[in-house]
């Protein structure tokens, strides 16, 4: 059962334009979500998060946004740069009941910022 | 600081060989954990460990083993390796259980 899914297995975006990169999530008990980023070969980078009581986190050049009822979140980043091109982990935690000690990743998604 | 040092990065082992991944954190977080990446997946937990002396199962154990004497070290160990177990591994450690700091990776292959 995938609790956290990101359905892009990639995207792809010229530079200087919006990236949006979408996470959904089924179980209610989350109340933390974060974003990693990943370059190949290396381990993820921690990127931005926010809690169940916001709806929007600003970060320089990234946003995220939460909608609870929707169990939706996203990511933007403006403007894209060729040096975001990585892939893009969403990532949640939840209450004792949601596993509060423990992080459950999406499957990522692959972003490539094109010249 | 080093951070989250992984060694060794990379091993072949043959089927039913054993080995140990050792991972280190000079940062004195409490909480550490073992991941493991197969191709286009995300990071399933193996293991986690809230402090010393203190381990936990996560999604994907079976064949797998931790230890947690110290604060600062966290291996994780193979015991009769599989194919199946052939992964990026990634150890991690967070002060407060949320933004983790993870190291390089170990890229296993078992053959």
């Known amino acids: 059962d995938q609790q956290v899914k990101q359905n892009s297995p990639s995207l792809s975006v010229q530079e200087g334009r919006i990236s949006i990169l979408n996470c959904d999530y089924t179980?209610?008990?989350?109340?933390?979500f974060l974003w990693y980023k990943k370059y190949p070969a290396e381990g993820p980078t921690f990127l931005i998060s926010i809690s169940s009581i916001k709806d929007k986190n600003e970060d320089g050049r990234f946003t995220v946004f939460l909608n609870k009822s929707a169990k939706h979140l996203s990511l933007h980043i403006v403007p894209s740069q060729p040096g975001d091109s990585a892939v893009y982990f969403c990532a949640a935690s939840g209450g004792v009941t949601g596993g509060g000690n423990k992080l459950t990743f999406g499957t990522g998604t692959q972003l490539k910022v094109e010249l | 600081n080093a951070g989250v040092t992984q060694t060794p990065k990379f091993r072949i082992l043959k089927i039913g060989q054993s080995m140990t991944l050792q991972c280190a954190q000079d940062m004195n977080h409490n909480y550490m954990y073992w991941y493991r990446q197969d191709p286009g997946m995300g990071l399933k937990l193996i293991y986690y460990s809230v402090g010393a002396g203190i381990t936990d199962k996560g999604e994907v154990p079976n064949g797998y083993n931790v230890s947690r004497s110290t604060t600062e070290d966290f291996p994780l160990r193979l015991e009769l390796a599989a194919p199946s177990q052939t992964s990026v591994y990634f150890c991690?450690?967070?002060?407060?259980?949320?933004?983790?700091?993870f190291g390089p990776g170990t890229r296993l292959t078992v053959l």
């Open positions: 991690a450690s967070s002060p407060s259980a949320m933004e983790q700091f």
């Open positions: 179980n209610s008990m989350f109340d933390y």
